[in-house]
């Protein structure tokens, strides 16, 4: 459509400009799909979904999405409305899929694991392998943060499944504690955080659920009866970092 007959289509209420090049036709509200669509569109030629943006696409990630995150081929001046990641786009890392370029999971891996824990990663990965996406040969680059996280996959750790969690290895890491294994199974439950004889587990709000209060007296009681000290915290015992560490002291 030439310019002329563009901003006719804009002044008629017909186009609604979203970035420079792209439009919404005939309402400016766009699905979440297509706010990821236009901002591929405005990103240029081989551009992809990307970062925590992709993470939600795959539905592998627990992370929110700041903001649209895209990866380009080349180096390429960033828009306002998105972010172009900092590595660039190789050509085998991109695929379109319900009509979206997006970065394959590999891809994602990498780049979140630049902003993320290791433990963090891992989760990610664990998803992804839930959901059958996750393929280890196809990781073609990596960050030392990424090859912790696949370590830690390798071992069977789910990594950490929720911020209380990332909290509390926050919180032992800074106080200098020796490291827990995370989120493994054990004795046939899987466990949050796991030293010798002793078992931390983090509740968030779905622990107030009737059933899982039953399952938790069961895992508790089976921990306990193989020497197991077991120990649950919660997010307002996590708002007194010095409590839940005069815990620990006895037995970490």
């Given at each position: 459509?030439?310019p002329?007959?563009i901003?006719?289509?804009?002044?008629?209420?017909?186009?609604?400009?979203?970035?420079?090049g792209v439009?919404?036709?005939?309402?400016?509200?766009?699905?979440?799909?297509?706010?990821?669509?236009?901002?591929?569109?405005?990103?240029?030629?081989?551009?992809?979904?990307a970062g925590?943006?992709?993470?939600?696409?795959?539905?592998?990630?627990?992370?929110?999405?700041?903001?649209?995150?895209?990866a380009?081929?080349?180096?390429?001046?960033?828009?306002?409305?998105?972010?172009?990641?900092?590595?660039?786009?190789?050509?085998?890392?991109?695929?379109?899929?319900?009509a979206?370029?997006?970065?394959?999971?590999?891809?994602?891996?990498?780049?979140l694991?630049?902003?993320?824990?290791?433990?963090?990663?891992?989760n990610?990965i664990?998803?992804?392998e839930?959901?059958?996406?996750f393929?280890e040969?196809?990781i073609?680059?990596?960050?030392?943060?990424?090859?912790?996280a696949?370590?830690?996959?390798?071992?069977?750790s789910?990594?950490t499944?929720?911020?209380?969690?990332?909290?509390?290895?926050?919180?032992?890491?800074?106080?200098?504690?020796?490291?827990?294994?995370?989120?493994?199974?054990?004795?046939?439950?899987?466990?949050?955080?796991?030293?010798?004889?002793?078992?931390?587990?983090?509740?968030?709000?779905?622990?107030?659920?009737a059933?899982?209060?039953?399952?938790?007296?069961?895992?508790?009681?089976?921990l306990?009866?193989?020497?197991?000290v077991?120990?649950?915290?919660?997010?307002?015992?996590?708002?007194?970092?010095?409590?839940?560490?005069?815990?620990?002291?006895?037995y970490?």
């Open positions: 459509m030439p002329p007959a901003w006719r289509a804009v002044q008629a209420g017909y186009l609604h400009p979203k970035y420079r439009y919404a036709v005939g309402h400016p509200k766009l699905s979440r799909e297509g706010e990821w669509l236009a901002a591929v569109y405005a990103a240029g030629d081989g551009a992809a979904l925590f943006s992709c993470a939600r696409y795959w539905r592998i990630s627990r992370f929110p999405e700041r903001t649209i995150q895209i380009v081929p080349k180096r390429r001046r960033a828009q306002a409305g998105f972010e172009i990641v900092p590595a660039r786009l190789h050509l085998d890392e991109s695929l379109v899929r319900d979206i370029p997006v970065c394959t999971v590999s891809r994602v891996l990498f780049d694991s630049r902003e993320l824990t290791p433990e963090q990663v891992a990610v664990h998803q992804a839930f959901d059958k996406r393929n040969r196809a073609t680059r990596t960050t030392p943060v990424l090859t912790r696949l370590a830690l996959h390798k071992s069977g789910a990594g499944r929720s911020g209380l969690e990332d909290r509390f290895l926050k919180l032992i890491r800074g106080a200098g504690l020796s490291e827990p294994v995370i989120n493994t199974h054990h004795l046939g439950f899987e466990l949050d955080f796991r030293w010798p004889g002793l078992n931390v587990e983090i509740d968030g709000d779905h622990h107030d659920r059933r899982t209060q039953r399952d938790d007296r069961i895992q508790d009681a089976v306990r009866a193989n020497g197991f077991v120990l649950r915290f919660r997010e307002e015992h996590l708002d007194h970092p010095e409590e839940v560490l005069r815990r620990l002291a006895a970490v």
